[in-house]
């Protein structure tokens, strides 16, 4: 025995220290029921004094029933640990032991009927003794038939709890340790009594609290087998020992192990009615899975982690459905704050994925702060571009370094709830260095070819339809270009497979006009990549032009009269029609021959070339990569600075 004690802990804790007195209450009630049957709840009674309750030398707890006794049977089940009778009751005939771990003395005087005449036994109970049972001549301080079980000097880690310890607290701990009789079985009158005042009734004070108002069945998957569990729920007002919604497992009639504390799945750690009261949901779940797995000494059940997630997930279920007006006020103000977090950052929407943001927050915990919705939806931005993350570290020299300023990233928003906005202006600062990065030689000497700046700015071969805001970098070029609502990249018009003839643009943007009101005409913007370093540009032929090369692509768009979708779908162009170009090439001796020959100025800024053709009524401007760096650099250089510190 003394090996099963020794690996038997119990929480350093005042449910700990009370777990003797628990256990010798659990034992009353089961004499009270072979005493009593069906009356028990009505004639039974168990009486737990507390005598100079918090001095640790003097202290001295008993517990009082006036159930069958410890009568002849009772003895010999005494005698045999983990006996037949106990296992009858739900028991182990292992809690009496408990009471080494926190007393030195254990003290046992009944009196009991034997035929038609009442006996008594008195003894110390002493498991380290040869002869544990030291048998007293005395007869009991009680006249009734009954049991009283006393439990003094405590053992010293035990003194300092001993010294806090109240008549409130303890009744509570009762209380909510015998929950299941109070929920679905029956309870006889028990009294706590400390340092000679007044009894307080436990079962007059609780009984109209601990009232159950719902109950059934879930069946989950315990340890690979399917077991169904019964759930008990009960509405108590909020108090100092009752202060957040909880899960309790029961077994033996009893509650077991640790409260499992709900908070974190129902939202909040209690609930406000109509009345601007503050009550918890208390849940007891029991079930023969409980009892199987039940431990000797009947201070936990072995069963899984993962189990006990799955039937507190299961019964948390329950309660949201009965409890949906209390849910739904937790689910509208967190999509208040989050709606709140998009404003200052609206660049997080993308990680909304087309949800609204109360369907999106829905299927989000209910515990969750406007941080950690910001947090999730950084991520779920990033999740929404990866693959243009793939593209830009493909594009870059360097891509490991990028991949770990990306993982960086993330950590830091969700480590420290970082604003998303600085998350995007880093992400800008990358791209700008990796086009830096794709203009210079590779391994072999060469040049990157346009293509790797193309899929920089945004992806070939595809278009807006399948490729949101936040997933390209047209704001390299302009940031006006990012909002148009129609970006075709690398495509033909009609949206099929190149053939002869086809004008194919790098990038052709288009936008219905809202300018003054007026919705009745159509920009059409073409944007071509050349080679970095490139210089063998030659006046005319489309092929070597990159002027001529722009005004035959738009002219054919125009004359199409539309642009067919990735998706499908047709856009037509309406209306007068505005048209611009860019040219984004090195300034290379021959392109600005080039440029020169078609008329094309740069009194304004010597790094930028542009004209606007009367005929084709078209505004083309012809700028370099370092002009593009150095122009997105100044564009952004106060969110540098702010948010970087730059």
């Not at 739900?90 to 926190?102: C, D, L, N, Q, T």
């Not at 202006?425 to 070819?449: F, G």
């Not at 401007?621 to 370092?626: E, L, R, S, T, V």
Request: with cysteine.
């Amino acid at each position: 025995m003394d090996a099963v004690l020794s690996r038997t802990h119990l929480a350093h804790d005042i449910h700990g220290f009370l777990l003797p007195t628990l256990e010798a209450v659990s034992n009353a009630m089961h004499g009270l029921e072979a005493r009593f049957g069906d009356r028990a709840a009505s004639e039974g009674k168990i009486d737990i004094v507390f005598e100079n309750a918090n001095d640790p030398n003097k202290i001295l707890i008993s517990i009082t029933d006036n159930g069958i006794g410890l009568n002849d049977e009772n003895y010999k089940s005494f005698k045999t640990p983990f006996s037949g009778y106990k296992l009858k009751s739900k028991g182990r005939g292992f809690g009496r032991f408990i009471a080494f771990k926190v007393f030195s003395r254990i003290h046992y005087s009944s009196r009991y009927e034997f035929l038609t005449d009442r006996q008594t036994r008195t003894f110390r109970f002493d498991i380290y003794r040869d002869d544990e049972l030291v048998f007293h001549d005395g007869d009991p301080d009680f006249t009734h038939v009954g049991l009283r079980v006393e439990y003094d000097s405590p053992l010293t880690p035990w003194h300092d709890l001993i010294r806090q310890i109240d008549q409130s607290t303890v009744s509570d701990i009762i209380a909510s340790h015998f929950l299941p009789y109070f929920l679905y079985r029956w309870l006889p009158e028990i009294t706590v009594q400390f340092n000679g005042g007044a009894p307080e009734s436990v079962t007059t004070r609780f009984k109209d609290i601990f009232v159950e108002y719902d109950k059934g069945q879930v069946e989950v998957d315990i340890d690979g087998s399917v077991e169904t569990i019964d759930y008990s729920l009960t509405r108590i007002p909020k108090t100092r020992s009752f202060k957040n919604h909880c899960l309790l497992f029961a077994a033996a009639d009893r509650i077991v192990g640790k409260p499992r504390d709900l908070t974190n799945v129902l939202g909040e750690p209690h609930f406000t009615n109509e009345n601007n009261e503050n009550y918890i949901i208390i849940a007891v779940v029991r079930g023969e899975a409980f009892e199987s797995r039940l431990n000797d000494s009947r201070t936990g059940i072995n069963i899984s982690p993962k189990a006990i997630e799955r039937i507190v997930s299961a019964v948390s279920d329950v309660i949201q459905k009965g409890e949906n007006t209390q849910i739904e006020k937790i689910k509208t103000s967190q999509s208040t704050d989050l709606n709140g977090a998009l404003q200052e950052n609206p660049i997080l929407r993308l990680g909304l994925r087309g949800k609204s943001i109360a369907e999106y927050v829905s299927a989000k915990p209910n515990n969750w702060t406007a941080q950690q919705f910001v947090a999730d939806l950084a991520i779920e931005r990033y999740r929404a571009s990866k693959d243009l993350t793939k593209a830009i570290t493909t594009a870059a020299a360097s891509p490991e370094n990028y991949a770990a300023t990306i993982k960086d990233i993330v950590s830091k928003i969700d480590q420290n709830n970082k604003e998303a906005l600085a998350e995007y202006v880093i992400h800008r600062k990358n791209v700008i260095e990796l086009v830096e990065a794709a203009r210079k030689y590779t391994s072999d000497a060469k040049h990157h070819p346009e293509e790797v700046i193309h899929d920089l700015i945004f992806r070939r071969f595809s278009d807006s339809a399948t490729h949101d805001y936040f997933e390209h970098n047209l704001w390299l070029i302009d940031d006006a270009l990012a909002f148009l609502p129609y970006v075709s990249s690398d495509r033909t018009i009609h949206g099929g497979k190149r053939s002869k003839g086809d004008k194919v643009a790098d990038l052709a943007l288009f936008d219905d006009s809202l300018v003054l009101g007026d919705n009745d005409g159509t920009t059409v913007t073409i944007v071509e990549f050349k080679k970095p370093s490139r210089d063998d540009y030659v006046f005319g032929p489309e092929k070597t032009d990159p002027v001529t090369q722009v005004v035959e692509t738009l002219e054919k768009a125009v004359r199409a009269g539309g642009v067919t979708r990735t998706d499908g779908t047709h856009m037509s162009f309406s209306g007068v029609i505005r048209r611009f170009g860019y040219i984004v090439a090195d300034l290379t001796p021959s392109l600005v021959k080039v440029l020169k020959k078609h008329d094309f100025l740069n009194d304004q800024n010597p790094k930028i070339f542009f004209r606007y053709r009367d005929n084709e009524k078209i505004f083309i401007q012809a700028i370099g990569y370092d002009t593009l760096v150095e122009n997105a650099k100044k564009r952004n250089q106060a969110f540098f600075t702010v948010l970087l510190g730059e």
